[in-house]
């Protein structure tokens, strides 16, 4: 769907984007990541022609993009830009158009959303008069109105509350399964291990990961595990040995203790389990789960040193 190639772009004196190349794949829900300054926003507006590439260049379904390509393409900006003054059913119309739908387009995709999205009971007020969060879901709106292919999302749950956040990533998982393409622009974690299937990460400007969040994750295997077992903390202590070095450990109501230990060399699920077995009664053993923001450290420090 999308193909940004060997991207740079500099802000006299500062370069923003060295040489910047990844794909996003049709039918995807994709996270672009990096921390602040890394060149995020700057790479959202070449993908929406807002800017120009110094070099490389940016595609769309093959071709390289250019303002007609707008039609299909739906951004959500993190700096919020609603009209104050025109009223929910008015800025859809509008933003609708603008994106070349006709006037008889435009009032079935508005009258869609502002049902879908539960806001006919405040549609015909002004967005000044509107919370954070109801203003948000306008601002959602006016990104999805136009039904396009390709959505730029740039913290899109921001004032939202968990209700709401729920709806819009069901909607999400809805545009995925119906064939369309998504980025996904936040500093929430969570939300990217939640919702994206691949991940782009960026730092200083250049791309340092490029691949499925399966396989991100594996890659930074984890040297912990957490056991859940009943017993005296004395004889799992003792039966650890210098095989595993214990971290912390609770006990539950229902009298089973849960330990989190770090092992040491090659030591296995299985060598933990044999240590164990005479000393304990185990209940579970499973490696601890690796999650987005730990990988997200890893990665921003391992290329900060360089």
């Known amino acids: 769907m999308i193909e940004v190639s060997h991207v740079s772009k500099s802000f006299r004196p500062k370069v923003v984007l060295r040489n910047v190349s990844f794909n996003i794949t049709e039918g995807s829900i994709t996270g672009l990541l990096g921390p602040n300054g890394a060149g995020k926003t700057t790479l959202i507006r070449l993908m929406n022609q807002m800017l120009l590439p110094d070099d490389g260049f940016v595609k769309f379904e093959s071709q390289l993009l250019k303002e007609a390509h707008l039609r299909h393409i739906g951004y959500l900006p993190e700096e919020r830009g609603l009209f104050k003054e025109l009223s929910v059913k008015a800025q859809l119309l509008f933003f609708a158009k603008l994106r070349g739908l006709s006037a008889t387009e435009a009032e079935q995709g508005a009258r869609y959303w502002i049902e879908r999205l539960e806001m006919s009971e405040w549609s015909n007020k002004k967005v000044e008069a509107l919370s954070k969060g109801m203003a948000q879901k306008v601002q959602f709106a006016v990104a999805i109105v136009h039904d396009p292919k390709f959505l730029i999302l740039d913290e899109p749950f921001t004032?939202?509350?968990?209700?709401?956040?729920?709806?819009?990533?069901?909607?999400?998982f809805e545009f995925r399964d119906a064939g369309k393409t998504i980025l996904l622009s936040t500093h929430n974690?969570?939300?990217?291990?939640?919702?994206?299937?691949?991940?782009?990460?960026?730092?200083?400007?250049?791309v340092i990961a490029d691949e499925t969040l399966a396989d991100l994750l594996k890659a930074f295997d984890r040297n912990h595990f957490i056991v859940k077992y009943r017993g005296t903390s004395v004889?799992?202590?003792?039966?650890?040995?210098?095989?595993?070095?214990?971290?912390?450990?609770?006990?539950?109501?229902?009298?089973?203790?849960?330990?989190?230990?770090?092992?040491?060399?090659?030591k296995s699920v299985d060598d933990l389990i044999n240590n164990l077995k005479g000393h304990v009664s185990i209940e579970a053993v499973h490696r601890a789960p690796l999650n987005m923001e730990e990988v997200f450290l890893k990665l921003i420090a391992k290329t900060s040193e360089l």
Do not use: Y
Not at 159 to 172: C, S, Y
């Open 159 to 172: 004032g939202f509350d968990p209700v709401n956040i729920d709806l819009i990533k069901q909607l999400l």
């Open 189 to 206: 974690m969570q939300r990217v291990q939640d919702i994206c299937s691949h991940v782009v990460l960026v730092n200083k400007g250049q």
């Open 235 to 266: 004889a799992f202590a003792n039966a650890l040995w210098t095989d595993f070095e214990l971290l912390q450990q609770n006990e539950h109501s229902d009298g089973i203790v849960e330990a989190q230990l770090l092992k040491r060399g090659d």
